[in-house]
């Protein structure tokens, strides 16, 4: 018999907890600390975090921050999956990239993966990467009535459709068996490349591809909304979601234009999107995107059958680092979590070197088996929508949602997806939330573990094969680590040349208690630039004078307490000054500058800029 819940009273125990009397808690915490918030309702506010797209998370979530209604899973608006029952029967589907244009150690490659738990393929095609001819033998062992094969040929998808279905009659693969999908996206060719001028042929054989696949390839999708080109470029996620709102919407006007029915259109489209590090927000933008899909579908006349988002995350290429890449492992771990909790139907894991080039076969072990456990050891997919019912994940969904249908709106208005890319509007809009997010890494406020913080200045480089060159022209790709990593490649090439790292000299003054946070911070912000740290701890200015004069160095930083600078920074910068010293520092912010200190370094202030300037004035080449 179902109770009802008025009989099972949570906490009843326990007085009931109000807003207010939270609040005025949070008000007592702050005026200790410092702050002096008005009332509890500002001591709230003080505490909610900035997100991009002007998204704010707050501090405390409740009931009365219900959105709206989410359904159920499998049904619409398909915020909480687009299957009934999630991806608790077999987990999503695992799909590993190839991307190597060595058409046998392509096929040595695939067949370790779908030996190793790997489930679909997702396979780089013409141009500078495999050949189209190639493709039987890279294939070569795969049965391809089980395992799916997406395409990824660019301007190119033709050609790379008609040697797939090509291949299927060679070896008896029946049509209802046959799956996966062809690859073609001319917009998003158009965002890589900046040709606007094939755009339309090349839509026009999509659609044909697409009635060709709808009538006689039912599991095979023809076209891909991939949305990577918008967040590979710097596009915050409602961005992202926008233009890839708008590019599925051009693709089902022309599908449906070309006399599918709406149903048959949305069977065609699969998406493309990135998952990346950043847990919460994955997950809500996974789920935002099924909402606006929905919408859209709904005022097509579509079936609710017909109006679930296809969708293939893939974790972000703008997260991975070249430095200290071993980071990246636990990166795309929480980048996998948040794409499966999201609910994406297919996952794709870069593997922890991609930056660098072709990953070798360890990488791609880590890559598949990342999701492995995630799925057989961590049961992450037993459970149907598991951030279902949480205000926090809701709440930030439909807020993303709002934001990137607001988006989708003014490149309609601007004649829609194709329209906004050769116009530029699309690219301006992108490149100042990339200009912004920019800022923020240089004063690293957003810190990349392993390169703007904690550096490994003797850290073995990995080498790497060179990746086939990716479309370019149009679109920029971005990553949120180059910026430290170019300053990085200035120091190793000074190391080649000389022998040595560019040096800087800290000056510790006063006892380890006094200077030992400030001496920490100083080195952490100069190894970044790969600049490598002398010091010398005390109170006398001519040891340190001497202990400069034998380092080695032309720049120096003062680190210490305020107490102590005020007794000692002018007597010891000047002392360095009279050893040769080119430029004083001092980690921290007074009042105004001790005599001998030409510049503050503190937290908050442009690292890349002082890093820059550190190494001009070293004479590290640009």
């Known amino acids: 018999m179902k109770v009802p819940p008025e009989r099972l009273p949570l906490a009843a125990e326990f007085p009931a907890a109000h807003r207010e009397q939270w609040q005025q808690l949070v008000e007592g915490v702050l005026r200790k600390s410092g702050a002096q918030p008005e009332d509890g309702a500002a001591a709230e506010q003080a505490l909610t975090t900035a997100l991009p797209d002007g998204l704010r998370a707050r501090p405390l979530y409740t009931a009365e921050n219900t959105s709206a209604e989410p359904g159920y899973p499998g049904f619409p608006p398909f915020v909480r999956g687009g299957r009934p029952q999630g991806s608790a029967v077999s987990g999503w589907d695992v799909r590993q990239r190839h991307a190597d244009p060595d058409r046998r150690r392509t096929n040595e490659a695939v067949l370790a993966d779908l030996e190793n738990g790997v489930g679909s393929l997702w396979l780089e095609l013409g141009g500078t990467g495999l050949p189209i001819a190639d493709l039987p033998e890279a294939l070569s062992g795969v049965y391809l009535d089980l395992a799916a094969v997406a395409l990824d040929a660019g301007a190119e998808f033709a050609d790379a459709a008609e040697q797939l279905f090509r291949l299927y009659e060679e070896r008896e693969v029946s049509p209802g068996s046959a799956a996966g999908n062809l690859g073609a996206d001319p917009l998003g060719l158009q965002a890589r490349t900046g040709d606007a ?39 915050s996620p409602a961005q992202e979601l926008g233009c890839a709102l708008a590019t599925g919407v051009a693709y089902l006007r022309a599908l449906t234009a070309a006399g599918l029915s709406v149903d048959a259109a949305l069977g065609q489209l699969e998406f493309r999107l990135a998952a990346d590090a950043d847990q919460f927000l994955t997950i809500a933008k996974f789920r935002a995107a099924r909402r606006l899909w929905a919408r859209v579908a709904e005022v097509s006349g579509a079936s609710a059958e017909a109006s679930a988002q296809r969708q293939h995350a893939v974790t972000s290429r703008v997260m991975m680092t070249a430095r200290d890449p071993w980071v990246n492992m636990l990166r795309t771990t929480v980048a996998c979590l948040a794409a499966g909790v999201g609910g994406a139907d297919a996952v794709t894991v870069l593997p922890f070197d991609s930056a660098l080039g072709l990953p070798d076969a360890f990488a791609r072990r880590i890559a598949r088996n990342t999701q492995s456990i995630l799925l057989e050891e961590s049961h992450l997919a037993r459970v149907i929508d598991p951030a279902g019912g949480s205000w926090y994940v809701e709440q930030l969904g439909e807020e993303l949602a709002q934001a990137a249908w607001a988006w989708f709106q003014e490149i309609e208005r601007a004649g829609g997806q194709q329209a906004a890319l050769r116009s530029g509007l699309v690219g301006e809009r992108i490149a100042a939330t990339w200009a912004e997010r920019s800022g923020k890494l240089a004063k690293r406020r957003e810190p990349v573990t392993g390169v703007s913080e904690f550096p490994h200045l003797d850290e073995q480089p990995l080498v790497r094969e060179p990746a086939p060159a990716s479309p370019s022209g149009g679109l920029p790709r971005v990553r949120r680590a180059e910026a430290y990593e170019a300053l990085r490649d200035r120091s190793d090439a000074f190391l080649a040349e000389t022998g040595a790292r560019p040096k800087l000299f800290l000056a510790s003054v006063g006892t380890a208690a006094a200077h030992t946070a400030r001496t920490t911070f100083a080195a952490n912000l100069f190894q970044a630039g790969g600049i490598a740290t002398v010091s010398a701890e005390g109170l006398d200015p001519a040891a340190f004078a001497s202990a400069f004069a034998d380092s080695g160095a032309t720049v120096a930083c003062l680190c210490s307490s305020d107490a102590l600078y005020g007794e000692h920074a002018s007597s010891v910068a000047e002392a360095l000054k009279a050893a040769g010293a080119q430029r004083v520092l001092l980690a921290g912010r007074l009042g105004e500058l001790p005599a001998g200190v030409d510049e503050f370094i503190y937290a908050g202030g442009d690292a890349i800029a002082v890093l820059t300037s550190l190494l001009d004035l070293i004479g590290v080449a640009r």
Do not use: W
Not at 220 to 235: C, I, K, N, S
């Open 197 to 235: 001028d094939r755009t339309d042929a090349l839509l026009a054989g999509a659609t044909a591809l697409a009635a060709h696949c709808a009538a006689d390839y039912p599991n095979v999708r023809a076209l891909t909304v991939d949305a990577l080109p918008y967040h590979e470029a710097g596009a």
